[in-house]
């Protein structure tokens, strides 16, 4: 079911829903039974996704709640990784986003099409690629992180190296920590950017310092699985070409995995060293 429409909701706005469970297409992603594993899911973190513009004037509110989430202002008892995807189709009001992709279009059209709406709509908030709301309602947002479903973190370990001035390859190895069956699921790794500052000079937020947190600036697949235990030993390296001003400290790796209706069972985040 393609999207019919775009929309910039605001605060008065509503919308909310699940997803339908597609067994077809779900991976069978078990906990293992033993207690440590237990304790392993209920530590997990949840992934939250934003999907913003910074010509959609009401975004700048769902940007300083992601931020917020990702802080852990809001006092959730439940860790959260927070993704900032920038869409593309709101650069014709006169504003270019730049950090806007129409790659990271397609997913929110491939999340919408999951999640069985008919509008492509910013700012919105997907939580686990199970449930969506309004990136502007607090409550909401804080709600679907609690009542996600939460799943063993992957225990990949992370090496960083400049491969060239102006390329990151990390190199992980380890478990998922979930059992995948033979529909299979895809190893994501994402390149995030915090503390951004952009002085917007037209379109809805003319005049305005947007502040933006973690962003998505490069996203690669890592690997594809299926017929894994959760035990199995995996490994895999992808490279990020950098950008001219790219800081370490501000910068974060986050790997989850998903499902082919994105749905996300698991996921693990990285702080970048020092020395890259």
């Known amino acids: 079911m393609a999207p019919r429409l775009f929309a910039c909701f605001g605060r008065g706005a509503s919308s909310s829903s699940t997803a339908t469970d597609k067994p077809a297409s779900s991976p069978d992603l078990h906990d293992t039974a033993d207690q440590a594993a237990e304790e392993q899911r209920r530590g997990a973190a949840v992934l939250v996704e934003l999907f913003s513009s910074q010509g959609c004037g009401t975004s700048t509110d769902a940007e300083a709640i992601a931020s917020r989430v990702g802080r852990g202002d809001l006092g959730l008892d439940v860790p959260v990784v927070v993704l900032a995807w920038h869409v593309d189709y709101w650069d014709y009001r006169g504003w270019k986003d730049p ?3 129409s790659v990271w279009t397609v997913r929110q059209k491939a999340l ?3 999640l069985q709406l008919d509008t492509l ?10 449930t969506q709301c ?3 309602d607090e409550s909401s947002i804080a709600d679907a992180a609690r009542a996600a479903p939460r799943f063993p973190s992957p225990a990949l370990k992370a090496t960083f190296q400049k491969s060239s001035p102006d390329m990151l390859q ?3 190895s380890g478990t998922l920590g979930s059992k995948v069956d033979n529909n299979g699921a895809d190893v994501m790794v994402v390149l995030y950017e915090s503390g951004l500052v952009t002085n917007c000079e037209r379109g809805e937020n003319k005049g305005r310092a947007l502040n933006n947190d973690h962003v998505v600036r490069r ?8 017929d894994v235990s959760a035990k199995k030993k995996l490994s895999g390296s992808v490279q990020f070409p950098l950008w001219e001003s790219f800081n370490s400290a501000n910068c974060g790796i986050v790997l989850f995995v998903q499902n082919r209706s994105l749905q996300t069972f698991g996921v693990q985040h990285f702080q970048i060293p020092d020395t890259i």
């Open 219 to 226: 996203s690669e697949k890592l690997l594809t699985v299926k």
């Open 99 to 101: 950090f806007g992709s």
């Open 112 to 114: 919408v099409e999951s």
């Open 134 to 136: 309004l990136g502007t």
């Open 121 to 130: 709509y910013t700012p919105q908030v997907v939580v686990q690629g199970r």
């Open 170 to 172: 990390v190199s992980f």
